[in-house]
């Protein structure tokens, strides 16, 4: 956390980067992202540092500089300098042609290098400087830790003019101090009155906030106490973690002392998190609470009295207009101009003085012929309160917290339905690549027509991607692997759960990423004409990454003569000359693509918290001699056994022997166990996390998958129910896999009963759409008369909608859901809406193998995060000092319970809490499994509630 007492640029004058700077005053023309694909930030690491190592060595690097000019104080980190030659350079790494580069982009780099020359030239007292843009070409990287003889010339001497490294392009420049002056003058002055108008702005919401008051005459039972606990967790820049059941009000009592705290903690910029889409609802419907609005005396909308840039995001795939074009000008109409008229759709809806909701924002786009997608992007790096997903901010590219680190913002981030964070965030930091997919991708790039670096790295892909199924038989002696079979007609499957990651694989890996990179950058360059393509592209690019955009992609056949396998066919019915046709990257290959670059990256951080699985599929007995015919006859046997068996010659000659299995036959997936090591540097970023949820028992598995600092503030707020509101009962029924047949008759009188006695409406949970359709049809046997409407697998949103339209205030009947699903949680039917609730199920995850193996991984992790918790922190001083405060009690975790129970009993809870939402509900809850007597199960409910048996 940062702390409170942190120095912030002087009133009056506005802190802005280098880089934001030139973003707001030097870009101009198209929205334009084809100059991609880019490389990975530990790419570009590497790449800034091998450039240093070949400076000399009074070289210096990652210079701080800053300067005032006018209402603004500007700073930023220049790359390079070299005193000697009087050369402040400007690094930037990418791949492929650098004539690609659209010249917007260039033009960008050059006003930065002008803008950190001014400040160097300021900073030393120079009255000029050469500027130089070094433009290193990633894919060029030598071997890692070797030198060529000119990068050891340079280190004595640095590098001669006229004699530049043959992966750096570099433009130089001799500028005068006065002409840099002149030219951040002119820069600053493009921005000046929109950071005095800021300046303005700010003064205006935190006089505002200051005096915000509370918009009721009352606070709910247990309101007043979370939002004290909120106001001095943002007040001391901590980390608290607050259960507070519903019915509390926890939006209100997060948001308005979060607001209220803002002037005096110097806080910058709140972002209020979700992980549905009501809960972005309610937040904005609590912040018109709070900033009410006011009658306009032209009949005009109201506007709210404080002044709060208040900003909705929203998915990509839900805000795209053009879902299909790529993010260029000449594809996508909106990314015309999009920097020309981004000013005035700016400056527009920062002047609505309303919520920008995603309409809003949608409204300003269109009206202004841009992108609603990428102008709330740019909205947000002038909102007071941004309203999103928990994937704004704690994912791995997440805009909100790249946003705090460029500008060095103070931030608080409320937390929303935090009970969601843990699986939420392990599936931010998991992956996978697709085994089949890959199976024929590889086959295709092998072939030639493709450039021989990226054949020669897709074989090697395949060589290593099939090694992976010996990697229990030892053949990688770094790599510790357990098995796990699972049940299967002849060769059984296998699952090889990795504690090590499989270092060939990954090495092939990183090569094939980057000639595919090479080849993406340089679509038109091939070492011969095109391969005939053996599997049809993708039409469009809607079910790819976001990043999809980013490239553009035309390889979709549109030849009337294409049969239903995608090959082209001539009029005699035989495949066209290769040399007539053109390979395209299409949408499946870059799918793929960054498919493998996530991996990579997760890859770097992989550790304990971490798990590399195999899964290997079952093949029967019979086929596996004839596997390797059967796949190259398919395919194309010279080709298959080139990428197969590393050689062409003598395939056919030399008898072929069973191989194992084919690359679609294993799926590799690197799995996130706890996110704990991703999620805390973005908790330690902030100023303050205020996490709250309904649900968060036990807190020590919350606080320590989470990442949490020791020093975090556990509160657990009292129900402002009774418990004469909600009658819970626990029945000895049990509803495990192998008792579920008998359960289905004694579940099912026991919801006729109930309903007879009490009609109205009821939810009934289960574990699995099966066990679901078992009891509602013996339910419709028994009682005919009783109406019932059932969850269904893949229900879209409209059917949702009606689901839930079901229940009404003088409705009657039972809606069967599965537990875990859309209905059990984020949904509100208070009053006779919903009067009860069955849950048979303890809602525990399925034991299988995948479960398996995250528990025997999630225990080492425990024990190692408990030694590193309790071990004392180098700046906390000697460690013999006893005058030191203590070190906090590690609260021990199981990791059975981690994996199953606690997981499954949050599921439960949040179900039984849609009973009862108001203090005026009255309601029944029916806990139906034996297991919910035992007292490890019993401690876990809320506490407010009195079960009976």
């Given at each position: 956390m940062t702390k409170a007492d942190e120095t912030h640029a002087e009133p009056g004058r506005y802190r802005i980067a280098v880089r934001e700077l030139c973003a707001f005053a030097a870009r101009e023309g198209d929205l334009d992202l084809r100059f991609t694909p880019s490389p990975t930030a530990q790419q570009g690491i590497r790449g800034h540092q091998r450039v240093v190592r070949r400076r000399g060595k009074d070289?210096?690097?990652?210079i701080s500089l800053s300067g005032d000019i006018g209402n603004l104080t500007i700073r930023g980190r220049a790359d390079g300098y070299d005193p000697g030659r009087n050369c402040l350079e400007e690094i930037k790494t990418h791949r492929g042609d650098l004539s690609r580069q659209p010249a917007h982009h260039r033009a960008l780099h050059w006003a930065q290098a002008r803008v950190y020359g001014a400040l160097m030239c300021r900073s030393r007292d120079l009255e000029g400087i050469t500027l130089a843009?070094?433009?290193?070409?990633?894919?060029?990287?030598a071997?890692?830790?070797?030198?060529?003889?000119?990068?050891?010339?340079?280190?004595?001497?640095?590098?001669?003019?006229?004699?530049?490294?043959?992966?750096?392009?570099?433009?130089?420049?001799?500028?005068?101090r006065e002409a840099l002056e002149a030219e951040l003058a002119r820069?600053?002055?493009?921005?000046?009155?929109?950071?005095?108008?800021?300046?303005?702005?700010?003064s205006a919401r935190d006089s505002a906030l200051s005096r915000l008051a509370f918009p009721w005459p009352s606070w709910r039972p247990g309101q007043r106490q979370l939002a004290e606990h909120a106001y001095k967790a943002v007040m001391t820049g901590r980390e608290l973690l607050a259960e507070a059941p519903t019915g509390t009000g926890k939006t209100l009592a997060t948001l308005y002392p979060a607001l209220r705290a803002m002037p005096a903690s110097g806080t910058d910029r709140l972002f209020y998190l979700t992980a549905?889409?009501?809960?972005?609802?309610?937040?904005?419907?609590?912040?018109?609470?709070?900033?009410?609005?006011?009658?306009?005396?032209?009949?005009?909308?109201?506007?709210?009295?404080?002044?709060?840039?208040i900003l909705e995001l929203g998915a990509r795939s839900k805000t795209c207009e053009h879902p299909t074009l790529a993010c260029h000008g000449e594809s996508c109409p909106l990314a015309r101009g999009f920097y020309d008229r981004l000013p005035a759709a700016r400056d527009a809806a920062l002047g609505d003085q309303r919520p920008l909701r995603l309409a809003t924002t949608r409204r300003h786009a269109l009206a202004h012929d841009i992108c609603p997608y990428f102008l709330a992007q740019e909205l947000s790096r002038w909102a007071d309160i941004i309203i999103g997903d928990h994937n704004h901010y704690f994912d791995s590219h997440a805009l909100l917290f790249a946003l705090?680190?460029?500008?060095?913002?103070?931030?608080?981030?409320?937390?929303?339905e935090s009970h969601n964070l843990i699986e939420r965030a392990r599936g931010m930091y998991s992956t996978e690549l697709d085994a089949r997919q890959f199976h024929f991708l590889l086959k295709q790039l092998s072939r030639t027509g493709h450039p021989a670096p990226l054949r020669s790295a897709s074989r090697a892909l395949a060589r290593q991607w099939r090694a992976l199924e010996q990697l229990d038989q030892g053949t990688d002696g770094a790599t510790q692997a357990s098995k796990v079979d699972s049940k299967d007609a002849g060769h059984k499957a296998q699952r090889l759960a990795l504690e090590a990651l499989p270092g060939d694989f990954l090495k092939a890996l990183s090569q094939w990423t980057g000639a595919m990179g090479d080849w993406l950058a340089e679509p038109d360059k091939a070492a011969s004409p095109a391969a005939v393509r053996q599997q049809p592209a993708k039409a469009t690019a809607t079910q790819a990454p976001e990043q999809l955009g980013l490239i553009a992609s035309d390889a979709s056949s549109t030849d009337p003569s294409a049969d239903d396998t995608g090959t082209a066919t001539t009029d005699s019915g035989s495949p066209p000359s290769t040399a007539r046709r053109r390979v395209e990257p299409d949408a499946e290959m870059m799918e793929a693509y960054f498919a493998a670059l996530t991996l990579a990256r997760l890859a770097e951080g992989f550790g304990d918290h971490s798990l590399f699985e195999v899964e290997l599929a079952a093949?029967?007995?019979?086929?596996?001699?004839?596997?390797?015919?059967?796949?190259?006859?398919?395919?194309?046997?010279?080709?298959d056994a080139g990428a197969e068996a590393g050689g062409e010659a003598g395939a056919a000659a030399r008898p072929r022997k069973a191989r194992g299995r084919s690359v679609r036959q294993i799926q590799p997936r690197l799995r996130c166990v706890s996110p704990a090591p991703w999620l805390a540097p973005r908790l330690c970023t902030s100023h303050a996390t205020l996490l709250f949820s309904a649900t968060l028992n036990p807190p020590a598995y919350h606080h320590r998958l989470l990442g949490l600092a020791d020093d975090a503030v556990w509160l657990s707020v009292d129900s402002p129910f009774t418990a004469t509101q909600v009658q819970v009962s626990r029945h000895r029924i049990s509803t495990r896999l192998r008792d579920r047949d008998a359960s289905c008759r004694p579940i099912a009188e026991l919801m006729a009963r109930q309903y007879r006695q009490r009609p109205g409406n009821y939810l009934a949970f289960f574990s699995s759409f099966a066990y679901l359709e078992q009891v509602a049809s013996t339910l419709q046997r028994l009682a005919p008369e009783i109406p019932q409407w059932r969850q269904t697998r893949a229900m879209t949103e409209a059917e949702r909608t009606r689901f839930i339209q079901r229940f009404t205030p003088d409705g009657q009947g039972i809606g069967f859901a599965v537990l875990g699903g859309a209905f059990g949680e984020g949904i509100d039917l208070p009053g006779s809406r919903l009067i009860g609730a069955f849950i048979a199920t303890l809602g525990l995850a399925g034991f299988s193998p995948e479960n398996e193996a995250l528990k025997q991984r999630l225990a080492t992790w425990l024990d190692n995060d408990a030694q590193r918790r309790s071990q004392p922190n180098q700046a906390e001083g000697d460690p013999h000092d006893d005058t030191r405060a203590p070190r906090p009690v590690i609260q021990p975790l199981n990791a059975d319970d981690c994996t199953y129970l606690y997981p499954g009993l949050t599921r439960v809870v949040q179900a039984a809490g849609r009973v009862i939402r108001s203090e005026q509900d009255q309601g029944v809850i029916h806990l139906i499994d034996d297991r919910f007597m035992r007292p490890e199960v019993a401690r876990l409910l809320p506490r407010w509630w009195t079960p009976t048996d």
């Amino acid at each position: 956390m940062t702390k409170a007492d942190e120095t912030h640029a002087e009133p009056g004058r506005y802190r802005i980067a280098v880089r934001e700077l030139c973003a707001f005053a030097a870009r101009e023309g198209d929205l334009d992202l084809r100059f991609t694909p880019s490389p990975t930030a530990q790419q570009g690491i590497r790449g800034h540092q091998r450039v240093v190592r070949r400076r000399g060595k009074d070289y210096e690097s990652e210079i701080s500089l800053s300067g005032d000019i006018g209402n603004l104080t500007i700073r930023g980190r220049a790359d390079g300098y070299d005193p000697g030659r009087n050369c402040l350079e400007e690094i930037k790494t990418h791949r492929g042609d650098l004539s690609r580069q659209p010249a917007h982009h260039r033009a960008l780099h050059w006003a930065q290098a002008r803008v950190y020359g001014a400040l160097m030239c300021r900073s030393r007292d120079l009255e000029g400087i050469t500027l130089a843009l070094v433009y290193l070409d990633i894919a060029a990287e030598a071997p890692r830790g070797t030198k060529g003889p000119q990068d050891e010339q340079d280190e004595q001497t640095g590098p001669k003019k006229g004699q530049p490294h043959h992966d750096e392009q570099r433009l130089e420049a001799w500028w005068s101090r006065e002409a840099l002056e002149a030219e951040l003058a002119r820069l600053a002055a493009r921005f000046s009155e929109f950071a005095a108008n800021e300046l303005v702005h700010r003064s205006a919401r935190d006089s505002a906030l200051s005096r915000l008051a509370f918009p009721w005459p009352s606070w709910r039972p247990g309101q007043r106490q979370l939002a004290e606990h909120a106001y001095k967790a943002v007040m001391t820049g901590r980390e608290l973690l607050a259960e507070a059941p519903t019915g509390t009000g926890k939006t209100l009592a997060t948001l308005y002392p979060a607001l209220r705290a803002m002037p005096a903690s110097g806080t910058d910029r709140l972002f209020y998190l979700t992980a549905r889409t009501p809960g972005r609802a309610l937040a904005l419907d609590a912040l018109a609470t709070l900033a009410p609005a006011a009658d306009d005396s032209e009949g005009q909308e109201k506007t709210p009295t404080t002044p709060l840039r208040i900003l909705e995001l929203g998915a990509r795939s839900k805000t795209c207009e053009h879902p299909t074009l790529a993010c260029h000008g000449e594809s996508c109409p909106l990314a015309r101009g999009f920097y020309d008229r981004l000013p005035a759709a700016r400056d527009a809806a920062l002047g609505d003085q309303r919520p920008l909701r995603l309409a809003t924002t949608r409204r300003h786009a269109l009206a202004h012929d841009i992108c609603p997608y990428f102008l709330a992007q740019e909205l947000s790096r002038w909102a007071d309160i941004i309203i999103g997903d928990h994937n704004h901010y704690f994912d791995s590219h997440a805009l909100l917290f790249a946003l705090t680190q460029a500008n060095d913002w103070r931030t608080v981030v409320l937390v929303d339905e935090s009970h969601n964070l843990i699986e939420r965030a392990r599936g931010m930091y998991s992956t996978e690549l697709d085994a089949r997919q890959f199976h024929f991708l590889l086959k295709q790039l092998s072939r030639t027509g493709h450039p021989a670096p990226l054949r020669s790295a897709s074989r090697a892909l395949a060589r290593q991607w099939r090694a992976l199924e010996q990697l229990d038989q030892g053949t990688d002696g770094a790599t510790q692997a357990s098995k796990v079979d699972s049940k299967d007609a002849g060769h059984k499957a296998q699952r090889l759960a990795l504690e090590a990651l499989p270092g060939d694989f990954l090495k092939a890996l990183s090569q094939w990423t980057g000639a595919m990179g090479d080849w993406l950058a340089e679509p038109d360059k091939a070492a011969s004409p095109a391969a005939v393509r053996q599997q049809p592209a993708k039409a469009t690019a809607t079910q790819a990454p976001e990043q999809l955009g980013l490239i553009a992609s035309d390889a979709s056949s549109t030849d009337p003569s294409a049969d239903d396998t995608g090959t082209a066919t001539t009029d005699s019915g035989s495949p066209p000359s290769t040399a007539r046709r053109r390979v395209e990257p299409d949408a499946e290959m870059m799918e793929a693509y960054f498919a493998a670059l996530t991996l990579a990256r997760l890859a770097e951080g992989f550790g304990d918290h971490s798990l590399f699985e195999v899964e290997l599929a079952a093949t029967p007995p019979a086929r596996q001699a004839s596997l390797a015919s059967d796949s190259s006859s398919s395919s194309g046997a010279a080709s298959d056994a080139g990428a197969e068996a590393g050689g062409e010659a003598g395939a056919a000659a030399r008898p072929r022997k069973a191989r194992g299995r084919s690359v679609r036959q294993i799926q590799p997936r690197l799995r996130c166990v706890s996110p704990a090591p991703w999620l805390a540097p973005r908790l330690c970023t902030s100023h303050a996390t205020l996490l709250f949820s309904a649900t968060l028992n036990p807190p020590a598995y919350h606080h320590r998958l989470l990442g949490l600092a020791d020093d975090a503030v556990w509160l657990s707020v009292d129900s402002p129910f009774t418990a004469t509101q909600v009658q819970v009962s626990r029945h000895r029924i049990s509803t495990r896999l192998r008792d579920r047949d008998a359960s289905c008759r004694p579940i099912a009188e026991l919801m006729a009963r109930q309903y007879r006695q009490r009609p109205g409406n009821y939810l009934a949970f289960f574990s699995s759409f099966a066990y679901l359709e078992q009891v509602a049809s013996t339910l419709q046997r028994l009682a005919p008369e009783i109406p019932q409407w059932r969850q269904t697998r893949a229900m879209t949103e409209a059917e949702r909608t009606r689901f839930i339209q079901r229940f009404t205030p003088d409705g009657q009947g039972i809606g069967f859901a599965v537990l875990g699903g859309a209905f059990g949680e984020g949904i509100d039917l208070p009053g006779s809406r919903l009067i009860g609730a069955f849950i048979a199920t303890l809602g525990l995850a399925g034991f299988s193998p995948e479960n398996e193996a995250l528990k025997q991984r999630l225990a080492t992790w425990l024990d190692n995060d408990a030694q590193r918790r309790s071990q004392p922190n180098q700046a906390e001083g000697d460690p013999h000092d006893d005058t030191r405060a203590p070190r906090p009690v590690i609260q021990p975790l199981n990791a059975d319970d981690c994996t199953y129970l606690y997981p499954g009993l949050t599921r439960v809870v949040q179900a039984a809490g849609r009973v009862i939402r108001s203090e005026q509900d009255q309601g029944v809850i029916h806990l139906i499994d034996d297991r919910f007597m035992r007292p490890e199960v019993a401690r876990l409910l809320p506490r407010w509630w009195t079960p009976t048996d």
